[in-house]
């Protein structure tokens, strides 16, 4: 087995620039089939889910460039695969982000469940149930949902619970959709603000971030964009807490201190001290 030997007491002091967010990246990277234009993205991530998602929108039909400052140029304009396979799906569940925004530009879609042909419960019910009320037409067979729309319109969506991908499927499927979806119990994580104000720049029309009820207008196309991911806030606490543990004095770099609110309150009740500036 693997494993890691850590030898303790020594200080770790020093700066460190934390990464993009891996959790707003990857919708994000998802939202690019919307659009009839490329998106250049900015700060993302290095990891094997970022490349296995660029693998999956490959297949489909994307084209990317890596840029020398590491940006990623990606363009999902044109798709001509319409369908996403369980070789790839099964090693990442938010492979089910291209269900919403392949069913509202193509009106057409096959996604492998995360699971395949798990027994049981489906863990996207809250997905499908909410696209249905959109207009479209789901089945699930041999392990795929099988999902297509004559017409895709918006609509009063409820959920019964919280759930992350499930806001983040349902907001880029009503950015084409005709007329007015609200979503109420909406997920309010940092990084569905962060794809909300990145299809606010490709020409989305998106109200209520940060809160429980967004409402989204459909427009008639989505267009070409650039946009900077937020910072990964959970590498930011672990390094935080690292620091604390330590008794160490630690500065990190591309930090956004709001998405750290219940971190840094924690730890300041622990005993640690902070000095905070606008990405610092």
């Known amino acids: 087995m693997y494993k890691l030997v850590i030898h303790g007491g020594i200080p770790l002091n020093g700066n460190i620039k934390t990464s993009g967010s891996k959790n707003a990246?990857?919708?994000?990277?998802?939202?690019?089939?919307?659009?009839?234009?490329?998106?250049k993205l900015s700060n993302t991530p290095?990891?094997?889910?970022?490349?296995?998602?660029?693998?999956?929108l490959m297949e489909m039909g994307s084209n990317f460039v890596l840029e020398e400052d590491g940006s990623i140029f990606i363009d999902s304009s044109t798709l001509t695969n319409l369908s996403a396979d369980y070789s790839?799906?099964?090693?990442?569940?938010?492979?089910?982000?291209?269900?919403?925004?392949m069913l509202a530009k193509y009106k057409k879609a096959k996604i492998s469940l995360p699971g395949g042909c798990a027994i049981g419960t489906r863990p996207v019910n809250l997905?499908?149930?909410?696209?249905?009320?959109?207009?479209?037409k789901i089945e699930v067979k041999n392990g795929y949902?099988?999902?297509?729309?004559?017409?895709?319109?918006?609509?009063?969506?409820?959920?019964?619970?919280?759930?992350?991908?499930?806001?983040?499927?349902?907001?880029?499927?009503?950015?084409?959709?005709?007329?007015?979806?609200t979503i109420n119990n909406a997920a309010q994580e940092p990084e569905v603000t962060d794809l909300i104000y990145c299809l606010k720049n490709m020409g989305a029309k998106i109200t209520g971030e940060n809160t429980s009820t967004l409402i989204i207008e459909g427009v008639d196309r989505l267009t070409d964009a650039s946009y900077s991911i937020c910072p990964d806030r959970i590498e930011a606490g672990t390094y935080l807490c690292a620091g604390a543990i330590a008794r160490?004095?630690?500065?990190?770099?591309?930090?956004?201190?709001?998405?750290?609110?219940?971190?840094?309150?924690?730890l300041e009740e622990m005993g640690s001290t902070f000095s905070i500036t606008d990405d610092t």
């Open 25 to 39: 990246a990857l919708p994000i990277f998802f939202s690019s089939i919307l659009a009839d234009g490329p998106l």
């Open 46 to 56: 290095q990891l094997s889910d970022v490349s296995t998602t660029l693998r999956l």
């Open 88 to 101: 790839l799906v099964k090693t990442m569940r938010a492979s089910i982000l291209t269900l919403g925004p």
């Open 127 to 136: 997905h499908l149930d909410a696209l249905e009320k959109m207009g479209a």
């Open 145 to 181: 949902i099988h999902a297509s729309a004559k017409e895709f319109v918006g609509a009063q969506i409820n959920f019964d619970l919280v759930s992350v991908t499930a806001t983040e499927n349902i907001l880029m499927a009503a950015t084409l959709a005709k007329g007015i979806t």
């Open 248 to 266: 160490s004095e630690l500065t990190l770099t591309n930090v956004n201190a709001s998405h750290l609110g219940a971190v840094l309150a924690k």
